[in-house]
Nanobody
Framework: QLRLVESGGTLVQAGGSLRLSCANA????????IGWFRQAPGKEREGVLC????????TYTDSVKGRFFSSRDNAKNAVYLQMNSLKPEDAGNYYC???????????????????????WGQGTQVAVSS
């Protein structure tokens, strides 16, 4: 059963780095594409990027290109979001999820989070001080 759990969020200074984790309690996460999303207060949830089962990364938000990266550690049953050169506008609650259709591939475009993604975790909060 899939039950994703995000972790690693904290307060960081602008320009700093942070690595978030997305894990599942049971083995098997390596068979799925994992999408990363974020939601700032008062804003809609937006797709950040996705890593496919084949480890191909699709970036959905132009502002993170060259700064955010994703990888997976199958031995630890986890997927990571490495965030570098953080900016105040990167702050928000970060979530991971799995595509509803073709769950091993990253949809492009990202699609509606409430319809094309599932198995959401509770999120992890990222704050960036200027």
């Amino acid at each position: 059963q899939l039950r994703l759990v995000e972790s690693g969020g904290t307060l960081v200074q602008a320009g700093g780095s942070l690595r978030l984790s997305c894990a599942n309690a049971k083995p098997g996460l390596e068979y799925y594409a994992i999408g990363w999303f974020r939601q700032a207060p008062g804003k809609e949830r937006e797709g950040v990027l996705c890593i496919s089962r084949a480890n191909t990364v699709t970036t959905y938000t132009d502002s993170v290109k060259g700064r955010f990266f994703s990888s997976r550690d199958n031995a630890k049953n986890a997927v990571y979001l490495q965030m570098n050169s953080l900016k105040p506008e990167d702050a928000g609650n970060y979530y991971c999820a799995i595509p509803v259709y073709d769950p091993d591939k990253c949809p492009s475009p990202v699609g509606r989070p409430d319809r094309q993604w599932d198995h959401w975790g509770q999120g992890t909060q990222v704050a960036v001080s200027s």
